[in-house]
C-alpha cells in the first residue's frame, strides 16, 4: 500500500464519522426526525400492542367470564350449567387468564425496556394507540375465532345473537387503535 492509500483511507474514515455526527446532532436538534421516530415506531407498536392483547383477554375474562358469567371460554363444549361443566370452564377460564397476564407482562417489560433505552421522550399517544390497537386484535380474533370459526363460545350461553355486536364494537376498538397510532409520531417534539 502507498502513502497516498493509507492518507485516503484515513480521509474517508473521517469523512465517516463527520457524517455521523452530524446526523447526531441533527437528531439532537431535530427529535422527531425521520431515523428517530422510525427507530421507535415498530417497538412501541409490537410491545404495545402485546400489552393491549393480554389486557384485552384479562379484561374479557374477569368481566365477562368471572363476573357477569355470560359465557366461558370452553361453553360451548362443556355446559356451563352443569356443576361439572361449570368447574371444568372455570378452571380453563383461570389458566387462559394466567397465560393472559403473562402475555400483558412480557409486554409491560418490553415496553418499559423500550421507553427507557430511548434517547427521546416517546409519545403517550402512540403508546395508547398501541395498547387499544392490541386489545382491539384479540377482540377480533375472539369474536370471529372464537365464536364462528371455532364455536368455542358464545357472547351469551346459549344464543348468538350477541356475536355480531361483540364483533362490531371489536372492530371499532381495533379502528380506533389504528387511528390513534396514525395521527400521533413514536417520539415527542417536546423533548429536552
Same mark, same amino acid.
Given at each position: 500500500?502507498?502513502?497516498?492509500?493509507?492518507?485516503?483511507? /484515513?480521509?474517508?474514515?473521517?469523512?465517516?464519522?463527520?457524517? %455521523?455526527?452530524?446526523?447526531?446532532?441533527?437528531?439532537?436538534?431535530? #427529535?422527531?426526525?425521520?431515523?428517530?421516530?422510525?427507530? @421507535?415506531?415498530?417497538?412501541?407498536?409490537?410491545?404495545?400492542?402485546?400489552?393491549?392483547?393480554?389486557?384485552?383477554?384479562?379484561?374479557? /375474562?374477569? *368481566?365477562?367470564?368471572?363476573?357477569?358469567?355470560?359465557?366461558?371460554?370452553?361453553?360451548?363444549?362443556?355446559? #356451563? @350449567?352443569? @356443576?361439572?361443566?361449570?368447574?371444568?370452564? %372455570?378452571?380453563?377460564?383461570?389458566? &387462559?387468564?394466567? *397465560?393472559?397476564?403473562?402475555?400483558?407482562?412480557?409486554?409491560?417489560?418490553?415496553?418499559?425496556?423500550?421507553?427507557?433505552?430511548?434517547?427521546?421522550?416517546?409519545?403517550?399517544? @402512540?403508546?395508547?394507540?398501541?395498547?387499544?390497537?392490541?386489545?382491539?386484535? &384479540?377482540?377480533? &380474533?375472539?369474536?370471529?375465532?372464537?365464536?364462528? /370459526?371455532?364455536?368455542?363460545?358464545? *357472547?351469551?350461553?346459549?344464543?348468538?345473537?350477541?356475536? #355480531?355486536?361483540?364483533?362490531? /364494537?371489536? *372492530?371499532?376498538?381495533?379502528?380506533?387503535?389504528?387511528?390513534?397510532?396514525?395521527?400521533?409520531? #413514536?417520539?415527542?417534539?417536546?423533548?429536552?
Amino acid at each position: 500500500m502507498s502513502d497516498d492509500d493509507l492518507e485516503s483511507g /484515513v480521509r474517508r474514515d473521517r469523512e465517516d464519522e463527520n457524517e %455521523v455526527k452530524v446526523e447526531d446532532e441533527a437528531t439532537e436538534h431535530n #427529535p422527531t426526525s425521520t431515523r428517530d421516530r422510525d427507530r @421507535y415506531r415498530r417497538p412501541l407498536l409490537l410491545w404495545g400492542g402485546t400489552v393491549g392483547f393480554g389486557l384485552g383477554a384479562v379484561v374479557d /375474562v374477569i *368481566v365477562f367470564h368471572l363476573i357477569l358469567q355470560t359465557h366461558h371460554l370452553l361453553s360451548g363444549t362443556y355446559d #356451563p @350449567y352443569s @356443576y361439572d361443566g361449570l368447574r371444568t370452564n %372455570v378452571m380453563v377460564d383461570g389458566l &387462559f387468564l394466567a *397465560v393472559m397476564l403473562a402475555v400483558a407482562v412480557v409486554g409491560a417489560a418490553m415496553l418499559w425496556r423500550t421507553v427507557n433505552r430511548a434517547r427521546r421522550r416517546l409519545s403517550g399517544l @402512540y403508546t395508547t394507540g398501541a395498547v387499544v390497537l392490541g386489545a382491539g386484535v &384479540f377482540n377480533v &380474533f375472539d369474536g370471529i375465532g372464537s365464536h364462528y /370459526v371455532l364455536d368455542l363460545h358464545n *357472547v351469551v350461553h346459549g344464543t348468538e345473537a350477541w356475536n #355480531p355486536h361483540w364483533v362490531v /364494537v371489536s *372492530v371499532v376498538l381495533l379502528v380506533l387503535g389504528g387511528l390513534l397510532v396514525r395521527i400521533a409520531t #413514536p417520539t415527542r417534539a417536546d423533548s429536552v
